[in-house]
Structures are given as structure tokens and as C-alpha cells.
């Protein structure tokens, strides 16, 4: 190995971003932060470490697994690398945003470092980029941020989007309503997020034959949002949980009045990644990638007074990016020693790409006798730095 | 010490960025890329962090004792946190972009962590926004990112600006035509440092009363750039050191030539902070600001195979943040609930920004029994949400 690849050895699961994709991802986290501003979601922008007590506890401890660790010399106290940022954005809310008007609309983006990636996302610094709306419980609320987030997709040029509606609030409802005991309600969930109808069925002397019944009918009803809420609705389901399925059916009906293209797919049982939600959730699919674009749902933040209703969404840039289209060519010419500032100026406020000739020459080097010798010579270095174009006598002439 | 209280303790040198400084300085960085970009620097991202052993190699060195270090449970090896971007890009191109084309131009922006702040600037966390100039040592390359961060700082409208030049090479250059001992070049470099004519005069019976006598001239050669070389000119200088001279003079010309309205001074003997620098430095500032907004210089990036030459300029961001012009007000229009979607995304793609009113209500809301009423509810929560204007009967009215 020489010292050059030793080197170029990073750590597993870090990457140099280069060009172009290094710009072309800047430029759609900065999109889709335009578009969330337009929505009214001011940006905030948490530090890369906080204390780690502060910043895995509470809902945070569910991803202190995640996060890398070190001493601060300064305090004695240790740190945590953030391992995502909605946790520090609730945080902002309750506390220095305490006393801003709800309800309160906030977007994010930045880097996050996790101590593991996973075999389907080996990485372990990603972009991450997000919104959330804290202080409003209402249906409307739900369906904003979906809307938002399908809305900026559909506006950096990301198609044939789908969401995914979850309700993991609709089984323990259900159980609550049928007074199944805790003891079974591990069984359960694990049979349900297994999709193990024979072992959600095998429950029925648990918990009874008609809960096992409805379970197991929710856990077919799976599909297009239409069919989702015609299986629900032929459940007569008891109280709590029919308060569950209506908000379900409620979000949807403005989601898809306010989206009338975009396909709503349901899943109500589904709980896996939305352990801590605390009603609707969603996440993002386009039907060109197959891979989640983004995901989010309904939570309460953590605070000394009991939190806040809220909501919002993270968007996984990685596979955004995959499903950009690619950006339009730049103009870049070929600027040959001598070529007046102003000219160069003028051509960077018109869009192009200006690339100089830093090598000396010009009209009095050696090199350059005659202007044919000189074109010839300003083409070849225009089209080695890349150039479509390159300047000659004031205009720009194409390669 | 209320709970909230504690959570909202950041460690030392932390803080959240909070609306709208937040988006002001995401603008700001992008900004200043797109004004990279346009003279041809394609952007990098390189990884938060990195192996030490390699981060904090070659010239990282000098950065070790500012980096927090960790070790990677993945690898068992030693981590470290970048406190600093610039050697990031120089192993980039040294390594990943070896075979690209030279020059090569690349442009960069990101947080680095530093493990400690200055009296100056407390701050452990910053942004950074920079650019290198790689595999070209000519004049015309030292002019071009001068220039090109003039022209980019004058572009997000931070006026006023000056450059201070330095040439770090020159008293090196000089006690090697001079052949002034190793020995004595130390006590020499710190009485130049402190600026202190009469330590300079003192050496004379080491250096020879010659050579005090024309380094005392060069410590006193400061200020404006002509005046500067007028002085270096009148001190008629041996061979290596007049070639130091001479560089430091084409680049000031060109550089003027560039940006006639530019304050260019000079600091000859100035070292401190360039002490890795192989030719001129350079330092941005802006007379309404007083504080430096950015510093650079030439230098040659390591590698295996004797490395490349090199300029860069790294600009801080907190600093130039402080010089911007407030941003331009933010149409900010409430939209009632019930407002059709697509008025509300014809609203935002006119600029506007838009509040929806989550809370429900509406025509058929028993709160709004009237028109007057609607409009003074209405009226009232656009207030609340800090808006300019609401929507009522697909008309904006301004409050």
C-alpha cells in the first residue's frame, strides 16, 4: 500500500462528496429549505454535539446506541455526536423558542453521525434535512407537513411520489378498548410486525376470539387508503380505536384533496421505526426508486410541563439524491491570459463558468505567434479544463 | 435550576443558530459557493471526520492539539474531528483527484469543531467556506483567489474591503542570501514577530550590521502597498530575497489591476499564522468591520510524491455575517382555513410566504357568524403569526 492509498483510506461508512454530486446535493438540501420557508418553517440550525445527558435522554434514549461519545476537556462532562436532529430541534422549541407563537413551524438541515450503519445504509454520516410543526394537534397539522414534504419533492424534481400512512396508535386502542392485558401485548405486537396472521389467530385464547378476529382483519387491511379504511370501517371498531380510524381517515381526505395525483397507500398496524408516535405517520416512496424517500409522524415533545403536541418529517438525502434528474450543463469557457476582468465578469453574472488561463501567455508569449497558433492552442486547454467554450476577440466561440 | 433550564445548557462555544440568523447564514454560505462556482471551483464534501493518524498527519500536525479524538468501535482505531477543512480538499486532490486535470479548482463549505475556543472567539463550532487553487504556482493563480474572494464578498454585499498582503518567504530568503546561522534565526523571528525594532538592531553583532540594518527596514515597511515596495525597492536586496520581493509586487499589480477600487497594504515580515506558507498570504478585511474576514496563502499540499503547489483562501463565516445588510422582509401572508391549495401554491410560488391556519374554523365555524368577524379573527391570527398580510376572498390584505 502506498502512502497515497493509505491515505485515501477513510473510516467504513465515510465518503468524499465530489464533483459534481458535492454541489448538486447542496443545491438540493438548499430547494427543498426554500420551499419549506415558503410554508413558513423558519430554519434553525442545532450544534454538531451537545452534552450527552442533555441530548440522549428522554426520547433521546432510544438512540444512544447511535451516538459516538467523548470528554470534554472544557466541562470534564461527556459529548455526544448527534445522531439525528429532531430531538435537537424539539428541544429548541421548548426552550429557547418557549414563548414563540404556536403553532411553530421549524426546517432543518445538517450533517448527522452515527456510530454503525446498517447493511442497507452502510454510511454513518448522512444529510439529513426536516421539518417539524410543534404546538397543533388537528388533522390539518398531519396533513401540512405531508403536503410540504410532497409538494417539495415533486418541486426539485422528484416523480411518481407515494406516501404511506401508518396509525400506531390504532392497536394499543384497540387493546386498551378490549382491556387485553400487557402480558399479551408483547406477543402481539411481535406477531403484527411479523404480518404472522396464524400467530395473531394462534392468540385467540389470550385474548379472545373476536379481538383476534379484528386484529387479524387489521392486519390485512393494507393497500390503496380506499380499501384501508373499507376493511376499518367494516370492523366496528370499539370506541378508542374507531377514534384512531377516523383520524386516519380523516388526514387522508385532505391529503388527498390537497394532492389529488399523489397515491395513498395504508398500513394500520405498522409500528416499526414509529415506536414513540403518538398518532398519524407517513413515509415517502416514489414509485421510480422503490426506496424510502422520507419519513415522519405525530410525536410530543419532551418537556418539564408535559411537552407538546407536534409533528414532522425527515427526508433521507442519499436516496433523494439517486432520484434527481441531472442538472442542467453549465456553460463553462476558457478564459485566455489577458482577457479584460470586466469581460470576465460580465460573463459570470450571465451564467457561465469561467475558467482562466493561469499558465501566462498571451498575445507576447513565444507560444502564441499567429492567431490561428493561438485558437488552436486556447482550444486545446479550453477542452482540457473541461470547456465548451472558449473566448477569442470578445466573443465566445464554441469548441 | 428548572429542568428546561438545564436542557437549554449547550456546552461551551455551542449555540443553536435560531430564526432568522439560521437561514440568513445558510444564504449567505450558498451564496458565496455560487460565486466559487462561477469562476470554476466545483465543490467537495469531505467527511466530518476522519482516521487521526491521517487527519492530523503531514501538516494536520499543527492542528492535533485542536481536535477532538475518539476511538472507532468499527475499526479499534483513533478518530478525530476535523478542526479544519483546508487539509481535507489538499488530500482530496492529492488522492481521489489525482488524475483531474490541473489547475485544479475546488471549493468547500462545512462546520468544523475545534476542542477549544479563543478569548477572541469563544466558539468551538464554525462554518466554513473556502477554496483551493491546486497545481499551479504562478502569479496569475495568488491573484485569482484574491480576486475571486473580493468579487465574491463585494457580491453578498460586505463592503469596504481590504487586502493585507504578506510574504512569509521573504526574511527566510533573505538569511539564506545572507547566510545567517540556524542559531540565530530564532531570536530573530521573534524579535520580527513582536514587531521590535530595537531586538531586530540588537542582533547585529550575531547577523552582521547589514543585515539588522535592512530587517529592521523591512519590519517598518508596512502599510499601504506602494509604499511597501517602494521601500523593499530602496533596500536593494540579494538574489533570493529579491526574487521574494519581486513575486510579492507582480501579484500586487495584477491584483490592482483586478480591483482598482481594492486597499491593498502589505506586511513584509508578517508570519504569524502563516508559518506553513510557502509564498504570498493574504488577509481580507473590511474597513467598516475592523475584525479579519477571511486569510489565505500559497503553499504545496503533502503527498508521497513532493506534493503539488497550492493556494487557498478560507473566509470565516461569523465574521462576514456580522457585515451582511439586514435581508430583504419576507412577504408573510395567513391563510384562513379553507383556503384552496392551489391559491396557497400560486401564493408561494409568487414569494410569499404562507401560514396556514391549522386550528380549524372556517365559513361553517360558529366563531364566524359574520364577514367583519371572520376579518378580525382572521386579522388577529395573522398578527399572531407575525404576518404582513391575509387571504380573504382571494384577495391579499394587508394588515
Given at each position: 500500500m502506498t502512502f497515497d492509498a493509505e491515505k485515501a483510506l477513510l473510516p467504513t461508512g465515510m465518503c468524499d462528496g465530489l464533483p459534481p454530486e458535492a454541489a448538486k446535493e447542496a443545491a438540493c438540501v438548499e430547494r427543498l429549505m426554500t420551499a419549506f420557508a415558503a410554508w413558513g418553517y423558519a430554519r434553525v440550525k442545532p450544534p454538531l454535539f451537545e452534552f450527552e445527558d442533555s441530548l440522549l435522554s428522554g426520547s433521546g434514549r432510544t438512540m444512544a446506541t447511535h451516538a459516538f461519545r467523548f470528554a470534554d476537556p472544557a466541562s470534564g462532562r461527556m459529548l455526544a455526536l448527534r445522531p439525528d436532529m429532531t430531538l435537537q430541534v424539539a428541544r429548541i422549541a421548548s426552550t429557547r423558542l418557549k414563548t414563540a407563537p404556536r403553532p411553530l413551524r421549524l426546517g432543518y438541515a445538517g450533517q448527522i453521525v452515527r456510530i454503525k450503519g446498517s447493511q442497507l445504509r452502510p454510511e454513518r454520516q448522512f444529510g439529513q434535512v426536516g421539518a417539524e410543526l410543534i404546538?397543533?394537534?388537528?388533522?390539518?397539522?398531519?396533513?401540512?407537513?405531508?403536503?410540504?414534504?410532497?409538494?417539495?419533492?415533486?418541486?426539485?424534481?422528484?416523480?411518481?411520489?407515494?406516501?404511506?400512512?401508518?396509525?400506531?396508535?390504532?392497536?394499543?386502542?384497540?387493546?386498551?378498548d378490549m382491556q387485553i392485558a400487557e402480558a399479551h401485548r408483547h406477543d402481539l405486537r411481535l406477531a403484527l410486525d411479523r404480518k404472522d396472521s396464524a400467530a395473531v389467530h394462534a392468540l385467540k385464547d389470550r385474548i379472545g376470539a373476536d379481538s383476534a378476529r379484528v386484529l387479524g382483519a387489521m392486519l390485512t387491511a393494507t393497500g390503496p387508503i380506499e380499501r384501508t379504511l373499507d376493511a376499518l370501517r367494516a370492523l366496528d371498531l370499539p370506541e378508542k380505536a374507531a377514534l384512531e380510524r377516523d383520524r386516519l381517515e380523516t388526514v387522508a381526505r385532505i391529503v388527498a384533496a390537497g394532492a389529488p395525483d399523489l397515491e395513498i397507500t395504508a398500513d394500520p398496524v405498522e409500528n416499526r421505526g414509529f415506536e414513540y408516535h403518538s398518532g398519524v405517520t407517513f413515509a415517502f416512496f416514489s414509485r421510480a426508486a422503490g426506496a424510502e424517500l422520507g419519513r415522519g409522524g405525530r410525536y410530543r415533545t419532551d418537556d418539564a410541563n408535559g411537552g407538546e403536541a407536534a409533528t414532522g418529517l425527515t427526508l433521507y438525502m442519499d436516496t433523494i439524491l439517486t432520484m434527481m434528474p441531472p442538472p442542467p450543463e453549465t456553460k463553462r469557457i476558457?478564459?485566455?491570459?489577458?482577457?479584460?476582468?470586466?469581460?470576465?465578469?460580465?460573463?459570470?453574472?450571465?451564467?457561465?463558468?469561467?475558467?482562466?488561463?493561469?499558465?501566462?501567455?498571451?498575445?507576447?508569449?513565444?507560444d502564441f505567434t499567429s492567431s490561428e497558433r493561438e485558437t488552436g492552442t486556447t482550444a486545446d486547454k479550453a477542452r482540457h479544463m473541461g470547456c465548451s467554450h472558449f473566448w477569442l476577440n470578445g466573443t465566445a466561440v464554441e469548441i
Open positions: 404546538g397543533v394537534a388537528t388533522p390539518d397539522a398531519d396533513a401540512e407537513v405531508i403536503l410540504m414534504a410532497i409538494e417539495s419533492l415533486a418541486g426539485i424534481g422528484v416523480g411518481a411520489l407515494s406516501v404511506d400512512l401508518g396509525m400506531p396508535t390504532l392497536v394499543p386502542a384497540f387493546c386498551d476558457f478564459l485566455p491570459a489577458g482577457t479584460a476582468r470586466d469581460a470576465a465578469r460580465t460573463l459570470r453574472t450571465q451564467g457561465w463558468q469561467t475558467i482562466s488561463d493561469l499558465d501566462g501567455g498571451g498575445a507576447d508569449h513565444p
